[in-house]
């Protein structure tokens, strides 16, 4: 039987191993350990692809995030309006520098609504953070006329769409500041935890480059308060080696999309993404979340067919997790959208075989049940 994991960790690595073991040996070799040259040129090839004028990298997404708040000026006590559907991560790190985090309710896309957002507008509310989940960018343009009528800033919590545009523009250099994770499994990713802040605004850049090396200026003085949060220079040249192929694998990705969606396109009792289009929406489907009906029988299903599927943050969006002690009422499109979200395998490690086979395992189930 074809078996399909929904994630395939080492063959990150088998990939490219020579030219990984290449990096290694060099990076090693000459010792550059810490905030080295791989990383100042692995920033500056970020920046000059997603056209935005600073990309920071630091020690994971979270950070990013804690960072690019900090050096926003965000206090104790103001609030946040983020999506519901994020990971925990999002409402931690606003947690982090003593904020608050407030889910909004998500669209029938999944994302932010911005519907929602302004209901969640308070008097203390200086700030709208959307994820841009899935590697989709969410219409950014409701959510920064918004912003500007009720006078907060604008970050994105991107950890999920580098390389993703919405009207051409990358995601993360909509705000403030953005953030992106190279978490092993996401599109872009390295050997261990990584993540970048992006900003246009070179007072917050000029902070998290502070913030992230306990404080130093460029002389090496100890200018303010900060902390370790850096980029390792061997996880940046690793990423370098990763970025040469990025733009294969975005379309690897999108054709694998379209095969899912020409395979179930058809298929009653199913929602599928967006399939990519040259439109507005540039995606890089970090993720492919479907939404099915009976979604614990058709994921049972697949499993007997060697077929990994994943509910996307164990079915916990934002207003589920006790433990972050959110005042948050029930959000009838979050509730509705998660207990019938499933993700498809969706990587580099996919072959057109494998593809057809969950394909072909999804239209089995949905004949069988159709009775
Ligand atoms: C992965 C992810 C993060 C966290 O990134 P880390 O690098 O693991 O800290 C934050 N937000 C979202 C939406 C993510 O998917």
Redesign the pocket.
């Known amino acids: 039987m074809i078996k399909v994991p929904f994630f395939d960790y080492p063959a990150l690595y088998r990939r490219f191993a020579a030219e990984f073991d290449n990096a290694f040996h060099d990076v090693c070799s000459r010792g550059a350990f810490i905030l080295g040259d791989d990383l100042s040129e692995f920033e500056a090839e970020m920046a000059q692809r997603l056209d935005v004028s600073h990309v920071i990298g630091v020690a994971?997404?979270?950070?990013?995030?804690s960072l690019g708040l900090s050096a926003a000026g965000i206090q104790p006590g103001d609030e946040i309006i983020v999506s519901a559907h994020?990971?925990v991560?999002?409402a931690s790190?606003i947690q982090s520098v003593g904020a608050v985090p407030v889910p909004a309710d998500i669209g029938p896309d999944g994302l932010l609504d911005p519907a929602a957002a302004a209901r969640a507008i308070s008097g203390r509310t200086r700030a709208l953070m959307p994820?841009?989940?899935n590697g989709r960018v969410c219409k950014m343009d409701a959510i920064r006329a918004l912003a500007a009528d009720c006078s907060l800033m604008v970050f994105e919590?991107s950890?999920?769409a580098m390389g993703a545009t919405y009207r051409g523009q990358a995601a993360g250099t909509f705000g403030a500041f953005g953030?992106l994770?190279?978490?092993p499994a996401?599109v872009l990713g390295c050997f261990g935890?990584?993540?970048a802040v992006l900003t246009n605004d070179n007072d917050i850049a000029a902070r998290v480059l502070q913030m992230r090396d306990h404080g130093r200026d460029q002389t090496g003085e100890f200018v303010s308060r900060g902390t370790n949060s850096r980029l390792d220079n061997l996880q940046a040249a690793f990423l370098r080696v990763r970025l040469r192929a990025f733009d294969l694998d975005i379309d690897r990705r999108r054709e694998i999309a379209a095969r899912y969606h020409h395979g179930l396109g058809n298929l009653g009792g199913l929602t599928l993404p967006p399939q990519p289009d040259d439109g507005d929406h540039f995606d890089v489907y970090?993720n492919y979340e479907i939404r099915a009906e009976r979604r614990d029988d058709l994921r049972a299903f697949l499993k007997q067919r060697g077929i990994g599927t994943a509910v996307q943050w164990g079915g916990q969006t934002l207003d589920r997790i006790a433990a972050l002690g959110l005042a948050v009422e029930t959000l009838p499109c979050t509730t509705r959208y998660i207990d019938r979200s499933l993700m498809l395998p969706m990587n580099m490690a996919l072959s057109d075989t494998q593809i057809d086979h969950v394909i072909s395992s999804i239209q089995a189930f949905f004949k069988g049940t159709r009775e």
């Open positions: 994971d997404g979270t950070n990013a995030i994020t990971y991560a999002t790190a994820t841009q989940l919590d950890a999920q953030t994770s190279f978490y996401k935890d990584g993540g970090q």
